[in-house]
């Protein structure tokens, strides 16, 4: 189910990890245990997925490393990892739980959800009270039943319930415990919070189109030069990167999500000539917009080969 993306266009500096859903599934999801999920789900090593993944820690010890910060393990707990966000488990012993991976074109059916999601990501080590833990372990099992029979609705079934454990996490009070202080200075420095604006800038609907690293910096307040090394200090990409990814997820909504045409795509995203487009959109995900979109088709957003971690 995962595998390291070893292709030209992954970092040259931090491992992309791949979530491959297998037939008859086929969604841009997927939950299991630590173990079921595989080796690559305890990462002892920095690494990037552009994709959510949320763990629900149960046993072990050690600490999870999310941008630089360091959370101690003390199960149970829930965590939240973004995508772009970099993050390994550090000197871990038995790990124990489940995860659950998504992507954002999983969330079409409760758009507030991406609002949650960054609220939670905030405080990604969330602790949980016995009364808490065990409303997220019936809602987990919930999910797991359902994501094992494969029956027809699934996906909107699985939806219900990741939109149900968002809000119940989001309603219960965030801590940070001893230990869980900034790795150096990039929890709290200039650098960090130039970073995270321009990721929340690239979250914004008119994003896909017509933007640049040069009108992203003037925007914020800042020369080209600062903000590529403040964000690649924050996430391990340079910000033409997470551009062109947010032109390629936002391609992948309107192809799945929508009837228009594979040229009205591009002008939406902003590529005057559907051809580059064409070319630009197969260099980053492998596929023709046509490929994809005859493979996700009925499928909002759907994508079988999105990045894990």
């Known amino acids: 189910m995962v595998a390291t993306d070893s292709s030209r266009r992954a970092h040259r500096t931090m491992p992309l990890h791949r979530l491959d859903v297998p037939a008859p599934r086929r969604l841009p999801f997927a939950i299991g245990t630590f173990d079921s999920i595989g080796p690559l789900s305890r990462a002892a090593y920095p690494h990037r997925h552009t994709f959510h993944e949320i763990a629900y820690v149960t046993g072990g010890s050690g600490t ?7 959370w101690t393990l003390r199960p149970p707990h829930l965590c939240f990892i973004t995508p772009g966000q970099s993050h390994h488990w ?71 319930y990741l939109h149900i454990l968002l809000v119940q996490a989001d309603r219960l009070p965030a801590q940070e415990g001893p230990g869980d202080a900034p790795h150096g200075e990039a929890g709290c420095s200039r650098p960090a919070a130039v970073a995270g604006q321009f990721v929340r800038l690239l979250e914004r609907p008119e994003a896909a189109a017509a933007r640049t690293v040069t009108a992203c910096a003037a925007e914020l307040g800042v020369s080209v030069g600062y903000l590529t090394t403040a964000v690649r200090t924050g996430t391990g990409r340079t910000p033409g990167e997470l551009i062109r990814h947010a032109h390629v997820l936002e391609a992948k909504r309107l192809l799945a999500g929508t009837a228009m045409t594979v040229r009205q795509v591009a002008h939406e995203v902003g590529f005057a000539d559907p051809a580059y487009f064409c070319r630009f959109f197969r260099r980053e995900t492998g596929a023709s917009p046509g490929e994809f979109r005859r493979e996700n088709h009925g499928m ?10």
């Open 90 to 160: 550090q000197q871990h012993e038995q790990v124990q739980g489940c995860v659950i991976l998504f992507d954002e074109a999983f969330l079409l059916a409760h758009p507030g959800d991406r609002a949650l999601l960054r609220r939670l990501s905030a405080h990604p080590s969330l602790p949980l009270t016995p009364p808490a833990a065990a409303r997220v372990a019936e809602l987990l099992a919930g999910m797991r039943t359902e994501y094992g029979q494969a029956q027809p609705g699934m996906r909107t079934v699985l939806q219900a």
């Open 300 to 309: 909002p957003g759907g994508d079988e080969n999105t990045t894990l971690g």
């Open 64 to 70: 999870h490393v999310i941008d630089l910060r360091r």
